[in-house]
């Protein structure tokens, strides 16, 4: 094991040796380093706080023998070739920092500012208003853009281009490569005294690009799982590395006469283009943990074992591309059966993110898939009482559960085992795995608007107007709260729930519930409330213009009922045990 001062070590560098060791394609950007948002008040900031001898923050290079794609130019500058380096020195953080610097005071090109010259200029003349002065630097470093008076028409700029001329705004590189020049053309004019504190102002930027030294963590000997924990803990402000962008990186291969390019991030960005519906927009992860499952179960010698970023750090190209062509079939069923057979309209409503792998591998190269057989997987493992697929031991059982049964094989389902207690005390806000479930279980009626009996609630468009779908509480909390009678139970519960349309849902309020269904009442009601699998009771007592005192509870209990009465016909033949903890616990 490598020594810790070996694998983590600060150090510093002077501005020009880091930036010539840029030039001289010593160090790489890789493409997950984001876009750089150049700012002209930004670069200036950097420059003020080097100008005050403060510390910049540190830039991160990871040094390393792996080869991933980089970014071929910063500024403008190229600072990439094609050799056979074996190490490499990976900027990880400082892009923005780097290209700010190097533009400053090489020139160079900014993305979007077409015809606009990035070197920085210092004014002389500019004092620190105060003690803290956050504003003169805006002043005192200068872009030629504000310097330039376009022959004496932009007035705005004369004053600058007269002190330019007479040698007191001065370019910053000039200042480290030509001061004898500067300071000969101060001395000439009005300023002979070498104390004179143009003159002492000069020789301070001087000393500062001389001296001020930029400092390095230089990180080696590291996996990549610990590189993209670091970048993640040191670059807070920005989106953090993931695994999917190393292995973007590292697969990468440049299109040549005898063999074509792979990038795999276009790989899935097109597929997403032409994919349909709402589940193509699951995470970037996701998609390669599905591809590592089908590497595994169809590359020979693959030595891809787990979905962890240990194995999915040693995808190559040519395994993605020898399943992409069956997985994009596959996806597309899995988003089928998800979207049209079990009427889930977006991946907010998947109990396990693992299932997707799972389906995923049972989908591929299966011409003939047995969807009686899948909703009674989707719904066992996502209603039984223990968590069944949360860990990836559990997920390679799942995947060889249902390989088995792809192959023809006997497969039996085990006890399935509910808590009443649980559903009872389900609450969306815990955004668990039963809550999720029970909701899919509710879009997987198809549930019909109360209004306008003939529209179906989860349209795509409905669902896409909003990551959460509009939940409307049968007994609204407030009338609960003010109104508690007899009810012991939370109204929170999502057994008090339905998929409304936000105009329903605004209208009813806070209604009571013995008051509001009166408005919707109509001879289809009974059926319209079979679509939420709400009991009949309900409408009973709105009819009846009176409700028990524990109106709440009763609903509750017999919401319950229905929804394990539902589960019980889609997981026919299934030995199914109902228990309720809340019964034992009040025994106990």
Avoid at 367 to 372: E, G, L, R, T
Avoid at 394 to 400: A, E, F, G, M, Y
Wanted: a negative charge.
């Amino acid at each position: 094991m490598s020594n810790y001062t070996d694998m983590i070590k600060p150090t510093d560098y002077g501005i020009h040796t880091y930036l010539e060791n840029l030039l001289k394609k010593n160090y790489q950007i890789p493409t997950f380093q984001r876009e750089v948002v150049w700012e002209k008040d930004n670069v200036k900031k950097l420059w003020d706080s080097i100008f005050r001898f403060y510390p910049m923050g540190s830039i991160l290079v990871w040094k390393t023998d792996l080869k991933l794609q980089n970014h071929r130019a910063v500024g403008g500058h190229i600072i990439t070739e094609e050799n056979n380096r074996s190490d490499f020195q990976y900027i990880l953080d400082g892009q923005q920092r780097t290209t700010s610097l190097l533009t400053s005071l090489f020139g160079g090109k900014i993305e979007g500012k077409d015809n606009f010259d990035p070197i920085l200029y210092f004014d002389l003349t500019i004092e620190d208003e105060d003690e803290i002065d956050d504003t003169s630097f805006r002043k005192r470093f200068l872009f030629w853009d504000e310097i330039d008076d376009r022959g004496g028409t932009l007035l705005s700029n004369t004053g600058r281009m007269k002190r330019y001329r007479e040698g007191l705004v001065v370019k910053l590189q000039d200042v480290r490569q030509d001061f004898g020049s500067l300071e000969r053309k101060l001395q000439k004019g009005e300023y002979s005294d070498y104390d004179h504190p143009l003159r002492t102002r000069l020789r301070q930027i001087r000393e500062v690009l001389d001296n001020y030294r930029i400092s390095f963590i230089e990180v080696k000997g590291i996996q990549v799982a610990q590189v993209c924990q670091i970048f993640e803990r040191i670059n807070q402000a920005g989106k953090p590395l993931n695994i999917f962008d190393i292995v973007v990186a590292k697969t990468f291969r440049p299109g040549k006469s005898e063999k074509a390019g792979f990038y795999l991030r276009k790989l899935i960005e097109d597929f997403r283009d032409h994919a349909e519906g709402n589940f193509k927009d699951i995470d970037d992860l996701t998609y390669l943990q599905i591809l590592a499952v089908l590497i595994n179960q169809n590359v020979d010698n693959s030595n891809i074992h787990n979905i962890t970023d240990r194995y999915l750090n040693d995808l190559k190209a040519e395994q993605i591309e020898e399943v992409w062509e069956n997985a994009q079939v596959s996806l597309k069923k899995l988003f089928d059966f998800f979207e049209n057979h079990l009427h889930l309209k977006g991946p907010h409503l998947i109990p396990f993110r693992y299932f997707y792998m799972s389906f995923a591998a049972y989908f591929y190269n299966n011409s003939n898939p047995d969807y009686k057989f899948l909703n009674k997987y989707f719904w066992y493992n996502s209603f039984h009482n223990n968590d069944l697929l949360t860990n990836t031991t559990q997920l390679r059982q799942h995947i060889t559960f249902l390989i088995n049964a792809k192959n023809g094989e006997d497969t039996a389902f085990e006890r399935f085992l509910i808590d009443k207690n649980s559903l009872r005390t389900s609450s969306y806000s815990s955004r668990g795995r039963l809550s999720r479930a029970i909701l899919a279980l509710f879009a997987n009626q198809e549930p019909l608007d109360w209004a306008y009996t003939e529209r179906r609630v989860l349209s795509d468009v409905y669902y896409n107007l909003t990551d959460t779908p509009n939940l409307h509480h049968i007994f609204p909390t407030n009338f609960v709260n003010n109104n508690r009678g007899a009810n012991q139970l939370d109204s929170n519960s999502l057994m008090n729930i339905a998929y409304l349309t936000q105009i329903t849902n605004l209208k009813i309020s806070d209604k009571n519930p013995v008051s509001y269904l009166k408005d919707y009442d109509v001879p289809e009601f009974t059926k319209i409330l079979e679509t939420h699998l709400m009991p009949s009771d309900l409408l009973e007592w709105a009819r009846e213009d009176i409700a028990p005192e524990n109106a709440l509870d009763i609903f509750i209990e017999n919401r319950i009922e229905k929804i394990i009465n539902q589960l019980r016909t889609k997981l026919h033949g299934v030995n199914f045990e109902v228990i309720d903890t809340s019964v034992t616990d009040e025994s106990n």
